[in-house]
């Protein structure tokens, strides 16, 4: 187990989703501190100021206003200080080009977003106690796609 806790950031504009999301993270049995957004554009704002402490991982929606979260991982990627952050693609898109895209574009896991309580609970339990270096260093599209 982590001695710190695991700094996790959320960038939804969906209010719901970000509750649902803290909600559920509340009954996962780890020590967390999260940062949450409205959009894409206040994330990479925060990001880009060097001043700010790094997350552990990043779940990026896909769709949002002002800065999708394509360009997000994009320029997290493209970033010298920010490229080694873990980047979980967390959307209600199952679109395979959305899927494509993203891994190309470096993300290091997709998560469709679940409707069941539980199973965001499963999923964020999972994503968190991933090997991120193994998953980093050895991009595997096979276990790309997080699923139940």
């Known amino acids: 187990m982590r001695p710190t806790s695991l700094h996790i950031m959320l960038a939804d504009d969906d209010e719901d989703d970000r509750l649902f999301f803290k909600e559920a993270f509340e009954e996962v049995k780890i020590k967390y501190d999260i940062s949450m957004f409205n959009d894409g554009e206040q994330l990479m704002n925060y990001l880009n100021k060097p001043e700010n402490p790094l997350p552990d991982i990043i779940f990026l929606d896909l769709n949002m206003p002002r800065k999708s979260g394509m360009d997000c991982l ?7 200080r920010l490229k080694r952050i873990s980047v979980a693609i967390y959307s209600t ?3 395979e080009q959305d899927i494509e895209d993203t891994f190309v574009s470096g993300a290091n ?7 069941d309580f539980n199973m965001l609970k499963k999923i964020l339990s999972d994503v968190v106690h991933i ?4 998953i980093m260093d050895g991009l595997n599209k096979d276990s790309f796609i997080l699923s139940l």
Do not use: L
């Open 131 to 134: 090997n991120w270096q193994y």
């Open 93 to 95: 898109s199952s679109s």
């Open 74 to 80: 994009r320029e997290i990627r493209d970033n010298d």
């Open 109 to 115: 896991v997709y998560i469709k977003k679940p409707n």
